[in-house]
Nanobody
Framework: LQLVESGGGLVQPGGSLRLSCAAS????????IGWFRQVPGKAREGVSCISISDGSTNYADSVKGRFTISRDKAKNTVYLQMNSLKPEDTAVYYC???????????????????????WGQGTQVTVYS
């Protein structure tokens, strides 16, 4: 499974971006996908995740009500719609994928990058005023 993120860029506070995580090499039907972000010198932070099999989603408290994760089955792509962006959202955003017989809970999937076996290259999001 290969993942490619896109959609990052420069945006002013209050603006919106939609990140894409396009998968190839396998369908995502049995995967969980997580969006994480990272700034220099800090650990990778969970933003949102989705369990493709049952559609459950979860969000970090810092993005609830502003970000929405979704999936387009036909395009084998997961999106992260980011609205009302803030300067503190500035980071490199990565999507990760994992598939295992005993999937961790959605809460664990959304906070633990260790659960993921595949990562994309990341896309930079910069919110500036």
């Amino acid at each position: 499974l290969q993942l490619v993120e896109s959609g990052g860029g420069l945006v002013q506070p209050g603006g919106s971006l939609r990140l894409s995580c396009a998968a190839s090499g396998s369908t995502l039907d049995n995967y969980a996908i997580g969006w994480f972000r990272q700034v220099p010198g800090k650990a990778r932070e969970g933003v949102s995740c989705i369990s493709i099999s049952d559609g459950s989603t979860n969000y970090a408290d810092s993005v609830k009500g502003r970000f929405t994760i979704s999936r387009d089955k036909a395009k084998n792509t997961v999106y992260l719609q980011m609205n009302s962006l803030k300067p503190e959202d500035t980071a490199v955003y990565y999507c990760g994928a994992t598939s295992r017989p005993r999937m961790p809970t959605i809460e664990i999937l959304c906070v633990s990058p260790r659960q993921y076996d595949n990562w994309g290259q990341g896309t930079q999001v910069t919110v500036y005023s």
